[in-house]
């Protein structure tokens, strides 16, 4: 059975398509993180993927991003009381949208890449 490569943890993957003059790329991460910001450093990456954009002469129409976290707790109990033991392993998924206008199709989805790599390093290195 095909293993689906969006799911695949540290995998970037890019889709890029046109509409009329917009471009449009989605991207999506799954990760590994441990005790860092996941919305901090989401919302970073994409103010500076907007910046770029901005300085090759585009215009950003929107740059969003949806961070979904998933931690894992062991409850268990011999009969008395209960413990609770939370696994230092986090899982987050961002998925992000951008449509932007006046800039070269390639740029557009090499801004998108970077942004997704900035987040990925950026949750590697526990920032």
Do not use: W
């Not at 943890?9 to 990760?31: E, F, K």
């Not at 129409?61 to 109990?77: E, N, P, Q, R, W």
């Not at 998924?93 to 998108?112: S, Y």
């Amino acid at each position: 059975m095909k293993k689906n490569t969006k799911s695949v943890p540290g995998l970037i993957y890019i889709d890029r398509q046109m509409h009329d003059d917009a471009i449009v790329i989605s991207g999506s991460l799954n990760a590994i993180f441990g005790d860092c910001d996941v919305y901090a450093i989401a919302a970073q990456a994409l103010e500076a993927a907007a910046r770029e954009v901005m300085e090759r002469g585009g215009i950003v129409g929107h740059i969003k991003a949806s961070v979904s976290k998933t931690l894992v707790c062991m409850i268990s109990t011999t009969g008395d009381k209960a413990s609770l033991k939370e696994s230092p392993i986090r899982r987050a998924k961002i998925t992000l949208a951008a449509i932007v206008f006046v800039i070269e199709p390639t740029q557009a989805e090499e801004i998108v890449r970077n942004a997704l790599r900035k987040i990925r390093s950026e949750l590697k290195n526990g920032s």
